[in-house]
C-alpha cells in the first residue's frame, strides 16, 4: 500500500491561456462597438448608405464575437483543473477563435448579397449624415484596434511570459481581428461616400461593400486555417516530429514503433511514444532525451524490451 501523495507522479493538465488583461480590454472593446454598432444600423438606415450599414451589421457579428471570447476566456479559467476534461480546457480560446472565423465569413456573405442588390436598385444616400456617422465609427475601431494590440504578445501561458512566436492567444487574435475588419469597412465607407458625394461616384458605396467583404472573408479563411487543425489533433509539423525521433533514437538501439503528437491548447504539444530497445531504462530517462523540446508540455512514454535476436522495428512509423 502506498503511503506517499501522488502528487510527483502526476501531470499538469492546465494548458489554457491566462490572459486577465486581455479579457478586460476585450470587455471595453465589446462595449464601444456596441453602442457604435446601434448608431450606424440606424444612421445607415436613415440615410440610404450601404456602406455604412455595412459597418454597422458587420460590428453587431463583433459584438457576438467579442461576448464569445469573454465567454471562453472565463470558461477555460472556471474549468481549467476540471477532470471532465482530459487534457484541461487549453483548446476553449481556440474554439472561441474558431467560433469567430465562422462570424467573419457570415457578415462577409451578407455584405456580398445586400451590396449586390444595392448596384441592382441603387438608393439615394444623405453623404453629410452618414459620412459624420462613419467616421465615428472609424474613430471607435482605431480606440479598439489600440486597445486589444498593446496586450498581443504580452499574456501569460500556464505561468510563462509569452514572448515565445509558438506562443498564440487565437482567441485574443479573433477578437484583434474583428476590430482591424471594422476598422477596414469603415474606412471604405468614408472613401465610398466622399467619392458620391463630390464625384457623383454613387456606384462606389456598394462597391466599397463587396471589397471589404473579399478581403473579410480572406481573414477569416486565414483564422480557420490556424484553429482547425488545432481542434482537429494535427500532428506538429513533420521536421520537429523529424528532430524527436532522432533524439530517441540516437541512444542506444531505440526504435520508435508509434507515435503520436498533437496540441492540447494553443501553446502545448502532448506526445505519446512508444519504442523498442534492446536496454530498455527507465521512462525518466526517454524523458530526459526530449527536454529541450520546449513544445511539448505532456508526454508519455511507453518502453517495450526487444528479446529476440536480431530486433527488427520497421521504418514506417504508425502516426
Known sequence: MHRHSLKNWQHDHEFSVKNEKGEKRTEYVLMLTAVTMVVEIVAGSIYGSMALLADGWHMGTHVAAFIIAIFAYRYARNH????AYAFGTGKVNVLGGFASAIALAVVALVM???SLQRIVNPHSIH????ITVACLGLFINIISALLLKGDRGHHHDNGHSDHNP???DHNLKAAYLHVLADAMTSLLAIIALIAGKYAGWNWLDPTMGIIGAIIITRWSYGLLKQTGPILLDASIDKEYQRKIEEAIEADADNRISDIHIWKVGSNHYAAIIALVT?????????????????KLSHVIIEVNECKEEPCIVPNTQVT
Request: glycine letters at 0%.
Open 80 to 83: 481549467a483543473s476540471d477532470p
Open 112 to 114: 456580398l448579397v445586400e
Open 127 to 130: 453623404f453629410n449624415e452618414a
Open 166 to 168: 509558438h506562443h498564440h
Open 278 to 294: 534492446h536496454y530498455p531504462n527507465k521512462t525518466e530517462h526517454y524523458k530526459k532525451l526530449l527536454e529541450d523540446f520546449h
